[in-house]
């Protein structure tokens, strides 16, 4: 009898050890495992971005913590833009509503919002050249802000993902004042490209238009017919330019505008510069020494410096003017070809990341292809495929 219990309690102890070595490597696979849809995707978590909450979905049987929930009802949708202006954002966004707004459209189109519709929905907005800040916000939103009821309300998602958009484009600027200061001397820079001398082209010509006295400045003196290329603008606009010889000092050209602006009573120079040089730290020590010169020529100058960036370029754009700001004051940003683009979300991350205003859109190739920038009018027109304001 007492060897049978011995036996019998030998036994146990070994089913306990293999219990406990069963539960550690549980628990080790667990671990290893992809825990999100943003660990599948790859997404490094930004280090400034917010702290990830415990993803705790909302799951039919589990509604939306209640706390989560935003205690106001969602803002009125702002009053509508003018035609055209709604008309030019609508057609400049065409490609970009083709794209993750489509597929956004296509997910909660399904009959039942369930959890595997939010971990595409993550994914969706995760891969949508939004950035991940911006995808997070949205993402958020909707999942934390949203009840189990609303989320099977397809306008109402709609509606969320409309406020937090303009939410996420209201940085805090003040519009640009041109009169504060006589001549307002505007430097335009950016990687090789992305349009710079373009969007002055169409900005002298929106400028003068308003009745501005424009002068510009041929700033790249680098790349051959550079400075051809902006006296073709000129013509266009009908606006005078200072104009170097090639491979001259692009400071000095810079100084002789801002100096016959002085003298000559302009309203605005606007200084276009060179996308391109040796290497980054070469474009970045000239650029610098371009701003010192402003100075010397005119104190306070440049009054605004604006980054131009190609909306093609989707989140590099985002990368590109985050390597800039850190190394200079950056007012304003110029997004270009946006109608080329299926990335035009990437204004969400330029606003969201930079907290810079961006001032206007290129649209198109043309002299009359510049909007300045309606957040309104722009979350309008990217999800105008979505279900109509009113309803949302
Ligand atoms: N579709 C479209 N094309 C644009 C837009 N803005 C500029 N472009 C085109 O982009 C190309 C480059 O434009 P540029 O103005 O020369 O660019 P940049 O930045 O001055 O270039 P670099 O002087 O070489 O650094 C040209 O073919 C322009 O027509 C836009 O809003 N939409
Ligand atoms: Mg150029």
Redesign the pocket.
Known sequence: MQTELLELAAILAVLAVILVVLRRASARSRAAAPQSVRERLGVEPEPEARPRRERKRPRPAEPAPAEARPAEPAPAEPAPTDAEAREAYRAGLAKTRGGFVARLGKLFGRKKFDAQTLDELEEVLFTADIGPRAADRIFQAVKSGLSRDELEDTPKIWARIRQTSRDILAVDASPVDLGRVRPFVLLVL??????????IGKLAQTWRLDGKKVLLAAG?TY?AA?TE?LEVWADRAQVPIVRGKPNSDPSSVVFDAIKRGVDEGFDIVIC?T???LHSNATLMDELKKLRRVADKAMPGAPHETWM?L?ATNGQNAISQAKTFKADMEITGIVL?????SAKGGVVLGICDELKVPVRF?????KIG??RPFDPAAFVEALYSDAGSSETA
């Open positions: 950016g990687v090789n490209g992305v349009g710079k001398t373009t969007t790249d790349r550079a290329q276009d060179a996308g391109r131009v190609d270009t070809k946006l109608d080329g859109v290129g649209v198109g190739e292809d510049l």
